[in-house]
């Protein structure tokens, strides 16, 4: 239970309402509502007359929730590291997808539908582990904007995939096959879309 919950569940137990709290506090309302819903903690020189109208030590009012604070920090910051490593991955393998491109038909003269199928192959293989990063490695806070999000990852996918598509085709001067890595790159965006409109879905519950 968290510190917002906690007064929430003492305030109620006392039978008071939002306003009466913040009449014997000293606040507005709106204050009170934004340190039941953790948008606000309680400043020092409140938490005495906090204690003191639900009659409950600063201790108990506060060491749970610290707990629970440290808890949940350390596992955002596990997730982060998680998903920037996946992510990492994936990079890694779009640009050896140009790589491998680079050398297969040039250089190693492959057949270039085979060099193609293993290129496509490797992009799909690096989107599969960026699906999977983000729908395994995800944050439960609602401080997370989802948007904001969405925007730094699309921007990060039309930049590699821009790259690819420069780089295969002033390598190969293949213009006319080239642009089927629209075609991929379209995909992935509406995959991240829906990664993102099932992550919405999923805090709304």
């Given at each position: 239970?968290?510190?917002?919950?906690?007064?929430?569940n003492?305030?109620?137990?006392?039978?008071?309402?939002?306003?009466?709290?913040?009449?014997?506090?000293?606040?507005?309302?709106?204050?009170?509502?934004?340190?039941e819903?953790?948008?606000?903690?309680?400043?020092?020189?409140?938490?005495?007359?906090?204690?003191?109208?639900?009659?409950?030590?600063?201790?108990?009012?506060?060491?749970?929730?610290?707990?629970?604070?440290?808890?949940?920090?350390?596992?955002?910051?596990?997730?982060?590291?998680?998903?920037?490593?996946?992510?990492?991955?994936?990079?890694?393998?779009?640009f050896?997808?140009?790589?491998?491109?680079?050398?297969?038909?040039?250089?190693?003269?492959?057949?270039?539908?085979?060099?193609?199928?293993?290129?496509?192959?490797?992009?799909?293989?690096?989107?599969?582990?960026i699906?999977?990063?983000?729908?395994?490695?995800?944050?439960?806070?609602?401080?997370?904007?989802?948007?904001?999000?969405?925007?730094?990852?699309?921007?990060i996918?039309?930049?590699?995939?821009?790259?690819?598509?420069?780089?295969?085709?002033?390598?190969?001067?293949?213009?006319?096959?080239?642009?089927?890595?629209?075609?991929i790159?379209?995909?992935?965006?509406?995959?991240?879309k829906?990664?993102?409109?099932?992550?919405?879905?999923?805090?709304?519950?």
């Amino acid at each position: 239970m968290n510190l917002g919950e906690k007064l929430i569940n003492l305030r109620k137990e006392k039978n008071l309402s939002q306003e009466e709290v913040a009449d014997i506090l000293n606040v507005s309302r709106q204050t009170i509502s934004k340190w039941e819903t953790n948008q606000s903690t309680p400043d020092f020189d409140k938490l005495g007359p906090i204690t003191k109208l639900y009659n409950i030590s600063a201790d108990e009012l506060l060491d749970q929730s610290i707990k629970e604070n440290k808890a949940f920090e350390n596992n955002k910051e596990t997730i982060i590291k998680k998903k920037a490593k996946g992510i990492s991955i994936s990079i890694f393998l779009y640009f050896l997808s140009v790589i491998w491109l680079m050398i297969s038909i040039p250089v190693m003269d492959m057949d270039p539908i085979i060099a193609s199928a293993i290129f496509m192959g490797i992009c799909g293989l690096a989107t599969y582990i960026i699906v999977y990063t983000c729908m395994i490695y995800k944050t439960n806070t609602k401080k997370e904007n989802n948007n904001t999000y969405k925007k730094q990852i699309n921007h990060i996918i039309t930049s590699i995939f821009l790259i690819i598509y420069l780089l295969f085709s002033f390598m190969t001067m293949a213009w006319h096959i080239t642009w089927i890595i629209w075609i991929i790159y379209a995909l992935v965006l509406e995959i991240n879309k829906l990664i993102f409109m099932l992550r919405g879905k999923e805090n709304e519950k």
